[in-house]
């Protein structure tokens, strides 16, 4: 769950809140006045995080290499063609859609 956290309790109970972050798993939203400053996370999901945002660059790096080539209109074609053949499955599903 996040919490929200003002700057200033952040000063008064840094320790508490890294320990809270560190050994709960917690996660923290930093306003200053009532605005969203900063976020606190574990390590560990800020380090996923750059893992998995490293991985989405590689994907499409690859993606522009491999089709340097293909003009625009192609593109636009191929992704016309994908958008239409996922709504005929999702059409053919039965129960609620979201």
Known sequence: MVKKVSDMDVRRNLGQLL???YYEN???VV???GQPMAVV????QFEEWQKRRGRFFETVEELWE?????KPKAVEQDVA???QAVRK???RRKGPTI
């Open 19 to 21: 320990e809270d972050v």
């Open 26 to 28: 917690s996660q923290y």
């Open 31 to 33: 306003e200053r006045a």
């Open 41 to 44: 996370v574990p390590l560990w």
């Open 66 to 70: 491999q089709n340097k080539g293909v």
């Open 81 to 83: 063609r994908a958008v």
């Open 89 to 91: 499955k999702a059409g």
